[in-house]
């Protein structure tokens, strides 16, 4: 069912400094932030060969990454992000198998403009797992 590693998000509380350790420290070619207002986070894209590293700052006032903050005050790799051929499909596979699918199961529209899902970290070894229709 999962595909390619889409990207591997990391929380943190001052984006602009996140930004700016990936693009001035390690020499990453960074994104511009962009609110995403419907997903509570504003989120910064870097590229990579292989894959990209996505940067999340709360935004709003019940942000889902909040109390993850709370926990990581210097921030932390929050989610990985699969991509999956047919979501809706893989949707209903993990529900037959007993996984939650959270935000009630029908997916939102993401940062690459394409339906994401996420799966609840305590039934995927601890981490959270967005998948993305590829
Ligand atoms: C623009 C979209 C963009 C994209 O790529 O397209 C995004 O990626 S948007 C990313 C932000 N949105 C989300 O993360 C939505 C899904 N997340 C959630 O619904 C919440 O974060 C949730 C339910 C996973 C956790 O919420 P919260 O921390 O408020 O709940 P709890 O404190 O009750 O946590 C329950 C339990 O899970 C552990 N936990 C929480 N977050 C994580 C995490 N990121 N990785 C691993 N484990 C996590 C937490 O420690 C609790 O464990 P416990 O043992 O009970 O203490
Ligand atoms: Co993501």
Redesign the pocket.
Known sequence: MIGRL??V?I?VGDIAKASAVYRDTLGAEVSAP?A?T????T?VFITLPNTKI?L?EPLGAD??????LE?NADG????V?YEVDDILAARDKLIADGARV??GGEP?????G?P?L?L???DFC???V?L?QA
């Open positions: 889409n990207h998000a929380a962009v995403q419907e997903h509570g986070v989120t996505e999340l942000s889902p990454i909040a109390k993850f926990r932390g790799i929050h989610h992000c959270l935000g939102k529209i993401g940062a690459h394409k994401v996420f609840h970290p305590k601890g981490t959270l967005e993305e």
